[in-house]
């Protein structure tokens, strides 16, 4: 089977990339892995002949013997020789992924043997990967693929330092515990190497399928939790299935004893009504299925702009339907078997009697479902009340910045091969001419967008003449970044053009690193070393949301780009008004600098914050639409068992309305059935609620699980709900006439 090989502190933390010199010693190395390949993820500036321009893409450099380890084939041609991947090799080839080759060249087979250009060097396309695959990394789309052995020609860094990622193919009897054992070895001799890398580090070995369990660990309980919310709905729906089933088998109940006494077998009349059901089953999953491709076809159709080169394919995929029809027919089958074995079971003598379905309990049977189904209803409104009270903080959340009327695009540099003094004139070009563009208020440049980037950089911030010291983001920004950004200075001064790459080192810090470095002192005048070198603190920012909308807050120093150069930049325009054409003039104004340069964002900065909040918005509808289907289902559910009781409980109810009981008293008296189940339901539900709830703490940007006004609301809701239903039983219940029973 296939491992993934990664590097871990032996305390703990996530595991992570390991330099290529590692793995060049790794797969040296007798560990167990019949064979070891690697990839490592570049940006791709891509332009294609005839095209109108360059273009952004996600590119990976990978090992010659890559798609061999993982299995992969070509769609068209051919992949990597193993001379091909050696430097020197020959000519710069490439792979392209099928929904590149598709979406660029229409899936024309005559690309083979042309050439595109990549990163300002020509290649050669030499084939196309089987459809579907896009590299071994979950989620990932990558769209070329390209020897290992030309990464310095396209990327920054020597090939040994480069980071990749690495996957291998067992050797038959081996097994991923064996390798963690066998590169033991391998680790003291790296530790004598280089020591100060390796000891307190480690490999990793997980299988592929495990091996990036850390990074999807909030998002996997973020899915359990929606998978709950969908159990709790299958759980109202089989209950349903089982009351109604109960009451058809007691209106068949004369049926199937009249059936049995002219000689009709047990067995055959089982088969029947397992038949009737499954017949039921079968046109519900229907049903469902239509909407479950209309929903997906409704998701492919969002645009969504991502820093990352995630897959944005949506569809029902063929396991999980085929999952859920099992699934349903199984949960189906066993909820309608018992309501089948009892219509069978009955006797003539007993039907005759009127005594079948008379007993209490087969009520009693009912009336759990119901209190299953209505505490099921309260997980589900819990829930989806958490997730929209969440969202409707973070559209009203402080950032720390305003993204309102502010454009972003971003440039990359460094893909380009600029040279620093050559990148300095770009950017000092492209700030200068944006700010004469119509309409452009401020503008500024920034290596780092909030909660729209990655940060580039990071390192260890301290105070010299103290004991503070913390690990921070270090953000490399132009003069006017503050005031196009929105983000508030709230001592000492912005960065003016005085702070050049001859003047002294400045620095501006925002609270949280102020409140670690000097607590309690004033930091503005202060000197702090980055990275072991010292600046001056001319300016306190205030506290903002960087990575994400839940995180607390983080320490983050600024630095001028004069002093600081960045080759990878985002120009910030501060519109008013915001125009639908701006991106359009950015393009333009970035060809007429540099024509082979892509844009790798451009769009509204606001936009970009909104797309952030599309799963958890699609999240909340998901749980909105299966709250009000249980609410619903939980409402149907009380209704068939009052009205069902009432039914059978006219002659009883008759005869006391005409002893003297008031139309009042009956309507109470049922509606106090109704509501007991009710509140035995939210007994259940609402402790159920915030266990569930608890596991999606992390995306409820700070709401409290066990928020007060959300459990209340939902019971609230329930109980109104369960009023309604018990209420129209109710009132038939008065109508009685004692004269017709």
């Given at each position: 089977?296939?491992?993934?090989?990664?590097?871990?502190?032996?305390g703990?933390?996530?595991p992570?990339?390991?330099?290529?010199?590692?793995?060049?010693?790794?797969?040296?190395?007798?560990?167990?892995?019949?064979?070891?390949?690697?990839?490592?993820?570049?940006p791709?500036?891509?332009?294609?002949?005839?095209?109108?321009?360059?273009?952004?893409?996600?590119?990976?450099?990978?090992?010659?013997?890559?798609?061999?380890?993982?299995?992969?084939?070509?769609?068209?041609?051919?992949?990597?020789?193993?001379?091909?991947?050696?430097?020197?090799?020959?000519?710069?080839?490439?792979?392209?992924?099928?929904r590149?080759?598709?979406?660029?060249?229409?899936?024309?087979?005559?690309?083979?043997?042309?050439?595109?250009?990549?990163?300002?060097?020509?290649f050669?396309?030499?084939?196309?990967?089987?459809?579907?695959?896009?590299?071994?990394?979950?989620?990932?789309?990558?769209?070329?693929?390209?020897?290992?052995?030309?990464?310095?020609?396209?990327?920054?860094g020597?090939?040994?330092?480069?980071?990749?990622?690495?996957?291998?193919r067992?050797?038959?009897?081996?097994?991923p515990?064996?390798?963690?054992?066998?590169?033991?070895?391998?680790?003291?001799?790296?530790?004598?190497?280089?020591?100060?890398?390796?000891?307190?580090?480690?490999?990793?070995?997980?299988?592929?399928?495990?091996?990036?369990?850390?990074?999807?660990?909030?998002?996997?309980?973020?899915?359990?939790?929606?998978?709950?919310?969908?159990?709790?709905?299958?759980?109202?729906?089989?209950?349903?299935?089982?009351?109604?089933?109960?009451?058809?088998?007691?209106?068949?109940?004369?049926?199937?004893?009249?059936?049995?006494?002219?000689?009709?077998?047990?067995?055959?009349?089982?088969s029947?009504?397992?038949?009737?059901?499954?017949?039921?089953?079968a046109?519900?999953?229907?049903?469902?299925?239509?909407?479950?491709?209309?929903?997906?076809?409704?998701?492919?159709?969002?645009?969504?702009?991502?820093?990352?080169?995630?897959?944005?394919?949506?569809?029902?995929?063929g396991?999980?339907l085929?999952?859920?029809?099992?699934?349903?027919?199984?949960?189906?089958?066993?909820?309608?078997?018992?309501?089948?074995?009892?219509?069978v079971?009955?006797?003539?003598?007993?039907?005759?009697?009127?005594?079948?379905?008379?007993?209490?309990?087969?009520?009693?049977?009912?009336?759990?479902?119901?209190?299953?189904?209505?505490?099921a209803?309260?997980?589900?409104l819990?829930?989806?009340?958490?997730?929209?009270?969440?969202?409707?903080?973070?559209?009203?959340?402080?950032?720390?910045?305003?993204?309102?009327?502010?454009?972003?695009?971003t440039?990359?540099l460094?893909?380009?091969?600029?040279?620093?003094?050559?990148?300095?004139?770009?950017?000092?070009?492209?700030?200068?001419?944006?700010?004469?563009?119509?309409?452009?208020?401020?503008?500024?440049?920034?290596?780092?967008?909030?909660?729209?980037?990655?940060?580039?950089?990071?390192?260890?911030?301290?105070?010299?003449?103290?004991?503070?010291?913390?690990?921070g983001?270090?953000?490399?920004v132009?003069?006017?970044?503050?005031?196009?950004?929105?983000t508030e200075?709230?001592?000492?001064?912005?960065?003016?053009?005085?702070?050049?790459?001859?003047s002294?080192?400045?620095?501006?810090?925002?609270?949280?690193?102020?409140?670690?470095?000097?607590?309690?002192?004033?930091?503005?005048?202060?000197?702090?070393?980055?990275?072991?070198?010292?600046?001056?603190?001319?300016?306190?920012?205030?506290?903002?949301k960087y990575?994400?909308m839940?995180?607390?807050?983080?320490?983050?120093?600024f630095?001028?780009?004069?002093?600081?150069?960045?080759?990878?930049?985002?120009?910030?325009?501060?519109?008013?008004?915001?125009?639908?054409?701006?991106?359009?003039?950015?393009?333009?104004?970035?060809?007429?600098?540099?024509?082979?340069?892509?844009?790798s964002?451009n769009?509204?900065?606001?936009?970009?914050?909104?797309?952030?909040?599309?799963?958890?918005?699609?999240?909340?509808?998901?749980?909105?639409?299966?709250?009000?289907?249980?609410?619903?289902?939980?409402?149907?559910?009380?209704?068939?068992?009052?009205?069902?009781?009432?039914?059978?409980?006219?002659?009883?109810?008759?005869?006391?309305?005409?002893?003297?009981?008031?139309p009042?008293?009956?309507?109470?008296?049922?509606?106090?059935?109704?509501?007991?189940?009710?509140?035995?339901?939210?007994?259940?539900?609402?402790?159920?609620?915030?266990?569930?709830?608890?596991?999606?703490?992390?995306?409820?940007?700070?709401?409290?699980?066990?928020?007060?006004?959300t459990?209340?609301?939902?019971?609230?809701?329930?109980?109104?709900?369960?009023?309604?239903?018990?209420?129209?039983?109710?009132?038939?219940?008065?109508?009685?006439?004692?004269?017709?029973s």
């Amino acid at each position: 089977g296939l491992v993934e090989v990664r590097v871990a502190n032996r305390g703990g933390g996530s595991p992570r990339l390991m330099p290529f010199s590692t793995f060049d010693a790794l797969r040296k190395a007798d560990v167990g892995i019949d064979e070891l390949a690697a990839g490592s993820q570049f940006p791709a500036s891509i332009s294609v002949g005839g095209s109108s321009g360059p273009e952004m893409a996600a590119g990976v450099t990978v090992t010659a013997n890559y798609f061999s380890v993982v299995g992969a084939r070509p769609a068209l041609g051919r992949f990597f020789s193993k001379e091909e991947g050696l430097p020197g090799g020959g000519q710069p080839v490439v792979v392209l992924s099928h929904r590149y080759w598709v979406r660029s060249f229409g899936g024309d087979p005559g690309v083979l043997g042309t050439s595109i250009v990549i990163n300002r060097r020509s290649f050669v396309i030499i084939g196309v990967a089987e459809e579907g695959f896009h590299g071994h990394l979950p989620l990932y789309d990558y769209s070329l693929f390209v020897p290992m052995a030309l990464r310095e020609s396209l990327a920054r860094g020597s090939l040994p330092e480069s980071r990749v990622a690495t996957v291998g193919r067992l050797t038959r009897g081996s097994s991923p515990e064996r390798v963690r054992v066998s590169t033991a070895a391998l680790v003291e001799e790296l530790r004598g190497v280089s020591p100060a890398d390796w000891v307190s580090s480690t490999f990793v070995v997980e299988p592929h399928t495990d091996s990036y369990q850390e990074s999807r660990g909030p998002l996997s309980l973020f899915h359990g939790f929606l998978l709950a919310l969908s159990a709790c709905v299958l759980l109202i729906a089989c209950a349903n299935i089982a009351s109604l089933l109960l009451s058809r088998a007691l209106a068949r109940a004369h049926e199937m004893a009249l059936r049995r006494a002219i000689g009709a077998g047990r067995r055959r009349l089982l088969s029947q009504l397992l038949v009737e059901t499954l017949l039921m089953l079968a046109a519900g999953s229907g049903v469902g299925f239509v909407l479950a491709f209309g929903i997906t076809e409704w998701l492919g159709g969002i645009d969504i702009t991502l820093d990352a080169p995630l897959m944005g394919e949506y569809g029902p995929d063929g396991r999980v339907l085929l999952v859920s029809w099992v699934l349903t027919a199984v949960v189906g089958t066993a909820f309608g078997l018992a309501p089948a074995l009892r219509a069978v079971g009955t006797d003539l003598a007993s039907v005759l009697r009127d005594q079948q379905g008379q007993g209490p309990g087969r009520n009693r049977i009912r009336k759990a479902f119901v209190v299953v189904q209505v505490a099921a209803s309260v997980v589900l409104l819990v829930g989806s009340g958490l997730l929209f009270q969440a969202l409707s903080k973070a559209e009203s959340m402080d950032l720390g910045f305003d993204p309102e009327g502010v454009h972003v695009a971003t440039v990359n540099l460094e893909i380009q091969k600029y040279s620093e003094e050559e990148g300095r004139i770009f950017f000092g070009n492209l700030l200068q001419q944006a700010k004469r563009l119509p309409g452009v208020r401020s503008a500024a440049l920034t290596d780092f967008v909030s909660l729209a980037s990655p940060p580039q950089r990071a390192g260890r911030l301290s105070n010299p003449e103290g004991d503070g010291e913390a690990f921070g983001g270090i953000f490399s920004v132009s003069p006017g970044f503050f005031l196009t950004s929105g983000t508030e200075i709230q001592r000492g001064r912005p960065f003016h053009q005085g702070d050049g790459r001859s003047s002294e080192p400045v620095a501006i810090i925002n609270r949280k690193a102020a409140e670690m470095l000097w607590p309690g002192e004033e930091a503005v005048g202060k000197t702090i070393e980055i990275e072991g070198e010292p600046s001056t603190v001319v300016g306190v920012a205030g506290n903002a949301k960087y990575i994400s909308m839940g995180e607390s807050p983080l320490v983050v120093v600024f630095r001028p780009q004069a002093q600081l150069y960045a080759a990878t930049n985002s120009l910030l325009l501060k519109v008013d008004p915001p125009g639908r054409d701006m991106p359009r003039r950015i393009q333009e104004l970035v060809r007429s600098l540099d024509p082979d340069i892509p844009l790798s964002a451009n769009e509204a900065h606001a936009r970009l914050l909104r797309n952030q909040l599309i799963p958890r918005r699609l999240a909340g509808l998901f749980a909105g639409g299966l709250g009000a289907m249980g609410l619903f289902l939980a409402a149907v559910g009380l209704f068939g068992v009052l009205a069902s009781t009432v039914i059978h409980k006219s002659p009883e109810l008759a005869i006391r309305m005409a002893l003297g009981a008031s139309p009042g008293a009956v309507r109470r008296s049922v509606l106090r059935q109704g509501l007991g189940l009710v509140v035995l339901g939210l007994c259940m539900g609402l402790p159920l609620s915030v266990v569930t709830s608890i596991t999606i703490r992390g995306f409820l940007f700070g709401l409290d699980p066990m928020n007060p006004a959300t459990l209340f609301g939902a019971g609230l809701l329930m109980t109104a709900v369960g009023f309604l239903a018990s209420y129209l039983p109710a009132l038939r219940a008065t109508r009685l006439d004692p004269s017709m029973s």
